[in-house]
């Protein structure tokens, strides 16, 4: 470039292959900032570090000063070579020092990842050490090409996901919790003590972990058809997905959650069940992801009271948005109100910006009460669904989003309804409205002989209109 009267500077910037792209606009910042304050004014100079260099002149060769070039390029030359030698020298001591304070790092990480440990309720730690294995940070960077934009899966509320392969061949999928989250480190330590734990077909596995530096990551297995609100409420995914499709995903769910609440050696209430912590392996199987807000119950513990309300509006059961209750009965609402977004394929948190100008819940309720349920199915189900099998679903669903807790079923119950259609089911009151609650019993379940012929739509009852 021409620099001023005419005086043109020649120059040249150079990084080497090892690093990023990042890595290197990083580096050569910094050796700017060495020219500016060591070379100000000069017409020429040169600043090298191990990995990036910049140098700059004004000289170039021409015939009749070539002479006086060749002493300048052997000087120059001599220069360099004793530059080299001291750079080569400082790059060991470097590299050396590097490596090991890498090591005492890395050792560190160990050591706090070995520490991590989740308080229950009443203060107590798990005994148990951890069984998730520790992955290095190289081995995760080589896997996602540098958590490359090309290989991001997603954007979650802790952070980014991106895929990888590891040498194997296998398929991974990387959150990277992010550094400027208040909640990442917690969200972390939770999911790592958790679901450690915690093994169901229907539960998202996690194969390991990282803490390196800055990095906090958590590696599961991979799942090729993504999330079930990708697939649901996708134009050209949710196609596939007909009524055999969905009841399965249904029935996989309820099980995943059973599981949570009570087949596992802990009590897990998930507090953020959604569609998009659903996730879908290769056969379409759902796996419940994403337990960094879970919470560990005692055994013998219905509930608890929690100044921190976290999960997704639209999901969250009245007493927890409101009050901070916590229940297996919370997410038994969550499940009911993802039920009905899996037979309507209406995602919850747009139906009141459509037609219909009112919520899911208040939308089921009216067509229950009014006989008219089959308008709340998803057009794409009407060359597939069961009928028999959408009325006792939706009837299910709002068994588990009724105001009062104590009228929602326990997912076990929920799990025998869904797998036995010779359970009459209870009759449902209107959906929680987020106006309070009111004290009931909750009606049982009666088993009834299958030549009955009793039918979901036979159960008479009354009830007002939706409020």
């Given at each position: 470039?021409?620099?001023a009267?005419n ?10 292959p ?6 290197c ?5 910094n050796?700017l900032g ?5 070379l100000?004014g ?15 002149e ?10 006086i070039?060749i002493?300048k ?5 001599a ?19 590097r490596?090991l304070r890498e090591g ?12 991590i ?14 069984d ?20 991001k ?23 990277r ?15 790592v003590s958790?679901?450690a734990?915690?093994?169901h077909?229907n539960l998202?596995?996690l194969l390991?972990?990282c803490?390196?530096g800055?990095e ?7 799942m ?12 050209v ?15 996989g ?7 949570l ?16 912590n ?5 056969e ?25 309300v ?5 999901y ?17 609402f ?21 037609e ?12 229950w009460?009014?006989?008219?349920e089959l ?6 189900l009407?060359?597939?669904y ?10 299910i669903?709002?068994?588990c ?13 929920v ?14 009151t209107e ?9 009931t ?5 009666r088993i ?20």
């Amino acid at each position: 470039m021409t620099f001023a009267d005419n005086v043109k500077i020649y120059g040249l910037v150079q990084c080497t292959p090892d690093l990023t792209v990042q890595q290197c606009n990083e580096c050569l910042d910094n050796v700017l900032g060495v020219v500016s304050r060591c070379l100000q004014g000069n017409f020429s100079g040169k600043a090298a570090t191990p990995s990036c260099n910049i140098r700059y002149e004004t000289a170039v060769a021409s015939p009749h000063n070539s002479g006086i070039n060749i002493i300048k390029i052997i000087a120059v030359t001599a220069a360099s070579l004793a530059g080299a030698s001291l750079v080569g020298g400082f790059c060991c001591v470097y590299c050396r020092r590097r490596k090991l304070r890498e090591g005492r790092e890395a050792k560190e990480m160990r050591e706090n990842y070995q520490d991590i440990q989740l308080l229950d309720l009443t203060g107590e730690t798990l005994a148990d050490e951890q069984d998730v294995p520790f992955i290095p940070l190289a081995v995760i960077r080589a896997a996602t090409q540098e958590f490359a934009q090309e290989n991001k899966l997603g954007q979650g509320g802790f952070g980014p996901v991106y895929k990888g392969t590891l040498l194997d061949g296998k398929e991974i999928a990387v959150k990277r919790l992010s550094r400027n989250s208040g909640q990442g480190i917690k969200e972390f330590k939770t999911e790592v003590s958790l679901i450690a734990k915690l093994q169901h077909k229907n539960l998202v596995r996690l194969l390991g972990c990282c803490m390196e530096g800055k990095e906090m990551l958590l590696v599961y297995d991979y799942m090729p058809n993504g999330s079930l609100e990708a697939t649901l409420f996708d134009s050209v995914s949710e196609a596939r997905l007909d009524w055999k499709m969905r009841h399965r995903i249904i029935k996989g769910i309820a099980r995943g959650l059973l599981y949570l609440h009570e087949d596992s050696r802990l009590k897990i209430i998930h507090r953020d069940l959604k569609c998009s912590n659903v996730l879908l392996d290769n056969e379409l199987n759902p796996k419940i992801s994403d337990f960094g807000m879970a919470r560990m119950f005692n055994t013998n513990q219905s509930e608890a009271i929690t100044r921190r309300v976290v999960g997704t509006f639209g999901y969250m059961a009245p007493e927890y948005a409101m009050q901070g209750t916590i229940s297996v009965k919370s997410d038994v609402f969550s499940f009911g109100v993802l039920l009905l977004e899996i037979i309507s394929g209406k995602k919850t948190s747009r139906f009141h910006l459509s037609e219909h100008g009112q919520s899911l819940l208040t939308f089921a309720w009216k067509l229950w009460s009014n006989n008219h349920e089959l308008e709340l199915m998803d057009p794409l189900l009407e060359e597939t669904y069961v009928e028999n099998d959408v009325l006792r679903c939706i009837h299910i669903a709002l068994l588990c989003v009724q105001e009062d807790p104590a009228y929602r079923p326990t997912m076990s119950e929920v799990v025998f309804m869904l797998e036995n259609d010779i359970v009459q089911l209870p009759e449902a009151t209107e959906p929680a409205f987020f106006l309070g609650r009111r004290t009931t019993q909750p009606a049982p379940l009666r088993i009834v002989p299958k030549d009955v012929g009793s039918s979901i739509n036979e159960i008479t009852f009354s009830a007002l209109s939706p409020r």
